[in-house]
Structures are given as C-alpha cells and as structure tokens.
Nanobody
C-alpha cells in the first residue's frame, strides 16, 4: 500500500522555522523525484521545491529561495523541507509529492497545515 505521510506542520511566529517531513512506504522511494507543494486558501496549488532522485539537483520557487531547503534521505524513505525566516504569506497546506515519469508513478500525501502568525 502506497503511503506518503507528512508531519512537522504547525503554528509559528513570523521569522520562525519549521521542518516538514514526508515518510514514504509501499514503493521504491529512491526511484522517485520528490516535490513539496503548497496551497493557501483561495489560491491554486503551487510548486515550492523539487529534489532529484539522489538529491543532487534541487529547484525552488522564487518566493522561497534562500529561506527553504529541500533534502532527502533515501535510506529512511523520507524527504524534508526546512523552512526558515517564515512569513505570513507562507501560510498554507503543504503537500509532499513523488513522481517517476518512466513508470508513470505519481503519489501525494494528505497535507500538513503551516500557519505563520503572531
């Protein structure tokens, strides 16, 4: 059974930090590229960060560059999103996603709420 389980969300003050985790099971995680998306109320889901299969290549949305860091540990079947210098506009539900374009695999987690507010 394929599962992606996010954790680490919560309420944080502006300028604070959070670390999101996404634990994968039920498939060969190390053969999938991984992504973090977010969706704020009334807005479309947006791509926040991407990481390649072995972690050698990462990309970020302009809005989070220099503040967020995506990483992965294939031995632990986990992808992370370290979020620093958080702003109120970072408030959203954050989703973990993995894709393998060769075998057409595309899986999503259930999402974790991040709220940045004083």
């Amino acid at each position: 059974q394929v599962q992606l389980v996010e954790s680490g969300g919560g309420l944080v003050q502006p300028g604070g930090s959070l670390r999101l985790s996404c634990l994968a099971s039920g498939f060969f995680f190390s053969t999938y590229a991984a992504n973090w998306y977010r969706q704020a109320p009334g807005k479309e889901r947006e791509l926040v960060a991407q990481i390649s299969i072995f972690g050698g290549r990462t990309t970020y949305a302009d809005s989070v560059k220099g503040r967020f860091t995506i990483s992965r540990d294939n031995a632990k079947n986990t992808v992370y999103l370290q979020m620093n210098s958080l702003k109120p506009e970072d408030t959203a539900v954050y989703y973990c996603n993995v894709r393998n374009s060769v075998i057409k695999g595309d899986y999503w987690g259930q999402g974790t709420q991040v709220t940045v507010s004083s």
